[in-house]
Nanobody
Framework: QVQLVESGGGLVQPGGSLTLSCAAS????????MRWFRRPPEKEREWVAT???????TYGDSVKGRFTISRDVAKNMMYLQITNLKPEDTAVYYC??????????????WGQGTQVSVSL
């Protein structure tokens, strides 16, 4: 099993910045890819960004240029730096991990989420 715990959310004014953290623990030897998702109020959950084991990153179109995903493998941490925050970034942000749990299977794990609210 893998446990993921997000932190760093809060209330921020438009144009502000924030860094979210995701602490991973448990059986991490099979950790492959980590991602950030978010669920805006009354909307479906959407993918935000991905970072692979080798450090390659990809981003959703709505966050490109403003969000930066990173990973500290030694500390079992993942981060999401968010700049120029917009009201539409208001959402619960979730940490997600793909973990190889056996030679033939990959399991998915989610954190509990951290709230980011962007408002004056």
């Amino acid at each position: 099993q893998v446990q993921l715990v997000e932190s760093g959310g809060g209330l921020v004014q438009p144009g502000g910045s924030l860094t979210l953290s995701c602490a991973a623990s448990g059986m991490l030897s099979g950790l492959i890819t980590m991602r950030w998702f978010r669920r805006p109020p009354e909307k479906e959950r959407e993918w935000v960004a991905t970072i692979t084991q080798s450090g390659d990153t990809t981003y959703g179109d709505s966050v490109k240029g403003r969000f930066t995903i990173s990973r500290d493998v030694a500390k079992n941490m993942m981060y999401l730096q968010i700049t120029n925050l917009k009201p539409e970034d208001t959402a619960v942000y979730y940490c997600f991990a793909d973990v190889r749990t056996s030679p033939t299977s990959i399991s998915n794990f989610w954190g509990q989420g951290t709230q980011v609210s962007v408002s004056l």
